[in-house]
């Protein structure tokens, strides 16, 4: 019997989808590309022009192409300022986060409906992303942890009233229990349980 199901588990995480695969990484997106979010609130799309940051937009593209942002929290949405997002899946996050995405300049300004990557020091961008919900003009320009400015790359260009529907009640209050998200998405989700999330992100149309 123990055998039997050794080699049941043996079939069902042969067949299971790949998580990650480092050749992912290496796909370049289109010059200019839709990506639709669906979340709990409704939907949003996003579009994206490789021009403005040509790693940032290849790194959406990899990641919404294959799958990252299903069930993905909005675990930080503060009023007035940014909608972030991120997921909470640590083996994931770890895979993504081993292939660094070198800074960018700016060239499209942080204003209301852009969409950039957070980071928290050099060539730290990869994985969670924020909506401004304002113009944050000065997101241009911040030196933070030696970097200077976060260059926005996309824009959403429908669903915004969506995005600005998304449950504010936390604030800044989730950052400080962050590593519980991480480690534990259910506790989190207990502590803070009417977060939002991303239930399927897929690529629009292309140009």
Known sequence: MKKFLFFCIIIVSGCAPKIFKQEWTQEKSPDAFTARFETTKGSYDVEVKREWS????????????????????????????????????????????????????????????????????????GIDLYINLADNIRLDTLDYSGVKGFPAFGIVTKGMDVVESLYVGYGEKTMDKLDTMYIDRSKFLDMFPELDEITKAYILKTK
Not at 55 to 67: G, I, N, S, W
Not at 101 to 119: H, Y
């Open 54 to 125: 040509p790693l940032a937009a290849d790194r959406l593209y990899q990641l919404v192409k294959h799958h990252y942002f299903e069930k993905v929290l909005f675990y930080r949405v503060v009023p007035g300022f940014v909608a972030q997002f991120g997921g909470s899946d640590s083996v994931k996050n770890m895979a993504w986060e081993k292939v660094i995405i070198p800074d960018e300049p700016v060239l499209l300004s942080n204003k209301k409906g852009t969409i950039s990557f957070a980071r928290s020091g050099k060539d730290s961008r």
